[in-house]
């Protein structure tokens, strides 16, 4: 189960459930986030639930709040930079590239944004913290939040749970079924730019 060299799954089992909360909610909305494996963490530790190595119940409640206060935590950051966070030199934690590219996707999809891009790697951190920038309204926010955290935090968990419950060995096919779950889950974004596309 090597995941570009790292066993994702002892990396998981390590971490255990305080750093499963933490590695959603970094990466969920605090700009050095960004680099973290959090949808292939959060499909592991379904499949690992599945074997008994976490409870499932518990696993869904903690991932989706820490998905839902991370958004929520990247939003206050970027309504209270603002502007300003424009204007930030790039850092080891911070490339201004990764918020530019994010803008240009929040312009593109506004709202939907929120939920789309939690399926995302980069743009998930620094979509929660453009809405913030932007002043969209916190009640919309919310909303949006609380439904790509149940998509992505809750759905990719339970995802693997319950593929690990209805094949066997599938531990010993993690690393395609990772690439795999994560090939589809950019599919609606792909469909979504083609509609745009046509209606251009």
């Not at 918020?99 to 939690?118: N, S």
């Amino acid at each position: 189960m090597e995941y570009f060299d790292i066993d994702i799954a002892e990396m998981v089992k390590a971490v255990g459930y305080i750093g499963l909360f933490s590695i959603v909610f970094a990466e969920s909305g605090i700009f050095f986030g960004f680099f973290l494996p959090g949808g292939s963490m959060l499909f592991t530790a379904g499949l690992l639930a599945s074997q008994g190595f976490f409870n499932v119940y518990i696993l869904v409640i903690l991932l989706g709040l820490a998905a839902v206060l991370g958004d929520s935590a990247g939003y206050w950051f970027g309504s209270k930079i603002g502007p300003k966070i424009f204007k930030k030199e790039d850092s080891l934690f911070f490339k201004k590239k990764h918020l530019e590219q994010t803008k240009k996707f929040y312009d593109k999809y506004g709202a939907k944004a929120v939920v789309l891009g939690r399926f995302i790697p980069i743009v998930r951190t620094f979509v929660p913290i453009l809405a913030g920038v932007v002043g969209m309204h916190y009640g919309k926010f919310i909303r949006y939040n609380i439904l790509g955290a149940i998509f992505w935090a809750i759905g990719m968990t339970l995802l693997g749970y319950f593929v690990g419950t209805s094949v066997p060995n599938m531990q010993d096919y993690l690393v395609p079924i990772v690439v795999t779950i994560i090939f589809l889950s950019i599919l609606p974004i792909f469909f979504e730019m083609r509609k745009k596309s046509k209606e251009k």
